[in-house]
């Protein structure tokens, strides 16, 4: 099995700037792709970005692109979410994501750490 351990998040002014890791440990770690997906109160869970296992291919949903960017540390095991010009609406919980199918739904992937809030406010 994987496990999937989130952090990085926090208080955050709006303009500010966070980076959320996102460390796996456990078996088969090789070619697992990666996605970030967010979910405020009240609402359902929103895709944010997603990248292949080789890295040579990721995704963004619009409401993040240019702002947010995807990474990979395969030789740490490791995904980072690079969060910049945070705003108040990008207040969610983060929650880091792998599995060997991966896109832009949340039942493609297999795996899933606990979450990370992150609060933008002033």
């Known amino acids: 099995q994987v496990q999937l351990v989130e952090s990085g998040g926090g208080l955050v002014q709006p303009g500010g700037s966070l980076r959320l890791s996102c460390a796996a440990s456990g078996f088969n770690l090789d070619y697992l792709g990666y996605g970030w997906f967010r979910q405020a109160p009240g609402k359902e869970r929103e895709f944010i970005t997603t990248i292949s296992w080789n890295g040579g291919r990721t995704y963004y949903a619009d409401s993040v692109k240019g702002r947010f960017t995807i990474s990979r540390d395969n030789a740490k095991n490791t995904v980072y979410l690079q969060m910049n010009s945070l705003k108040p609406e990008d207040t969610a919980v983060y929650y880091c994501?792998?599995?060997?199918?991966?896109?832009?739904?949340?039942?493609?992937?297999?795996?899933w750490g606990q979450g990370t809030q992150v609060t933008v406010s002033s």
């Open positions: 994501a792998a599995g060997l199918n991966t896109g832009t739904i949340s039942y493609e992937y297999d795996y």
